[in-house]
């Protein structure tokens, strides 16, 4: 304890950080064995996991670097249905579902990557709302192609057709993906030990990220970007970094969420979920990785408890209204005022009380 205490403010939090994480999965994960659990938390473990990790990816793009991003449900598109089509694919090739799942997870992963390469190109030099109006917009885009999109497989691989259904399947061929309908009757292989592991992993990458060399310059760019290229900095190659990695992130756990799934289709990754994370992040503090977790597991949960389930059509109203009042009252000078003044009062006492004794 004494060895925390030493520790820098910054990385102490990061230590509790994964202690909160591993604490809550060591308290969840028996329970659930036992049936402990009801069945509608039972069946939210592995989304929740999945939001946790799509929250704390866009807060690496919108608390770390700055930017604000409305098109994050695309990249969660692209792992979700590229993850989807390759468990689907290699079910026969890779029969442990353990392993299989986690080779979707990373195929996932590197689809959303290169697309979220391919995206910050032209994309990243742009800044405050035109960056914003871009990202909407490739969210859009890719719910379009992919209800449009046609993808099946027999003895021969994988074979794809668009804007038209593919009718030159050979015999024992299937279907995957079906255009508008999705990819209908998953196997069901995500897991909660998954789901934790990769938030872990997903704190490490942003954690290892925020800490280093590279990370000082994406808060260098994020706090003054024409002081930070004064000095030398290259911007496009550092937002650039930000950018893919938590698009890579995304798609990891769009992988994830789609294999918890009895089906999808490309309309659960609309503005709206782009927006809903967005609101997680705001709530849960821009920057403050720990408060994205609170926040994406808190309202995760609590639309599907009794009381909330009447009020599921005015949900998006509520977020709406929520995080109008969070962003007036952050923004506030007297608000911001008060507490800078309770806090070098807390400071003072401290100190006093150290002095005393």
Known sequence: MNKLKKL???????????????AAFAILQPLAMRGKLSPTLQG?????????????SLNLTVGVLGELSLGHAGFMSVGAFSGAVAASALQNAIPNTGL??????????????????????PVLRLNGDYLAIVTLAFGQIIKSIVENLYIGIDAKGLHGAFLKPLTSLGEGGRMILNGPMGIPNIT??????AGFVLILVTLAVIFNLVNSRAGRAIM???DNRIAAESVGLNITKYKMMAFVTSAALAGAAGALFALGQPAIVASKFDFNTSILILVYVVLGGQGKMWGSIIAATFLTVLPETPAMRGLADYRMLVYAVVLIVVMLVTNSPAIKSFFSRFK????????????QA
């Not at 070098?344 to 002095?355: A, L, P, V």
């Open 8 to 22: 820098s403010p910054a990385v102490r939090t990061n230590y509790l950080t994964y202690l909160g994480v591993i």
């Open 44 to 56: 939210q473990l592995v989304p929740i996991c999945a939001y946790v990790v799509m929250t704390l």
């Open 100 to 121: 299989r799942l986690a080779a979707a997870i990373l195929i996932g992963a590197v689809f959303a990557g290169v697309v979220g390469v391919l995206i910050s190109v």
């Open 188 to 193: 069901k292989i995500s897991t909660f030990l």
């Open 220 to 222: 260098a760019i994020r």
């Open 344 to 355: 070098k009062e807390q400071e003072s006492e401290t100190t006093k009380g150290g002095e």
